[in-house]
């Protein structure tokens, strides 16, 4: 079965500079999707980022970039220049296919994500 | 265009009481989810909708939960009697088709005492 796992409870950044949230994950598929989603405090959960696993380019969207190591199965969002609203639970997802026909998300347990002024 | 709601945003119950969680999925999308996050641990899935028929329920706990899609737009999800074990966030997503990008709500924190 798959598993994701974000091994950070917590990260704290200075504003203007550069984190990085790492997620490992387990599977025997060679075909997948990879997501990072962002919580703020009682707000909707935002996709920040997604990843073709049969693509070998790391997907960027503006400040946020992902370093993606399929071998060793890993998975880490790179946040540059930081900013107040970057502040956040972050979730690392899997996407899985069921017998069903069902695309089923499987989520590592989150990484509180803390920036200072 | 507005994103997944879901309504309350909090729900505080007594053990054995019944409760029940909206869900507001983007319009035109058919596909819609539940998921739910007990206290600390990873978001889990518990079942998807494709229009008001169920695709998968595999992820649902027990026969004490009850979801429903009467007319393919909104969704409930019901839980009677509530026990101290189902306290945590429970997350409503869609998505237009089942193998596009799910949009995940803001969650409904329910508490169970």
């Known amino acids: 079965a798959q598993t994701v796992t974000q091994s950070q409870p917590e990260m704290s950044v200075q504003e203007a500079e550069t984190v990085t949230l790492s997620c490992t994950y387990d599977?025997?598929?060679?075909?997948?999707?990879l997501f990072w989603y962002k919580q703020p405090p009682s707000r909707q959960m935002i996709l920040v980022i997604r990843q073709e696993a049969y693509k070998q380019q790391n997907a960027t969207e503006n400040r946020f970039s992902v370093n993606f190591q399929k071998a060793a199965k890993s998975f880490s969002l790179k946040i540059s220049d930081s900013q107040l609203g970057d502040a956040a639970m972050y979730f690392c997802?899997?996407?899985?296919?069921?017998?069903?026909?069902?695309?089923?998300?499987?989520f590592g347990t989150g990484t509180r994500l803390k920036v200072l002024a | 265009e507005a994103g997944v709601t879901q309504f309350p945003s909090h729900s505080v119950i007594e053990k054995g009481q019944t409760v029940t969680l909206r869900c507001d999925p983007i319009?035109?999308?058919?596909?819609l989810y539940w998921y739910r996050r007990v206290m600390g641990k990873e978001i889990k899935f518990l079942l998807h909708f494709v229009k008001e028929s169920k695709q998968d329920e595999s992820g649902m706990p027990n026969n004490r939960f009850l979801a429903e899609r009467t007319g393919g737009t909104y969704s409930t999800l019901k839980v009677q009697p509530a026990e101290l074990e189902d306290s945590g966030v429970y997350f409503c997503?869609?998505?237009?088709?089942?193998?596009?990008?799910?949009?995940f709500g803001p969650g409904t924190r329910l508490t169970v005492l």
């Open positions: 997802a899997y996407r899985t296919l069921l017998t069903s026909g069902t695309y089923k998300y499987i």
């Open positions: 599977t025997s598929e060679s075909d997948y999707y």
């Open positions: 319009s035109g999308h058919d596909n």
């Open positions: 997503a869609s998505s237009q088709e089942a193998r596009t990008s799910q949009y």
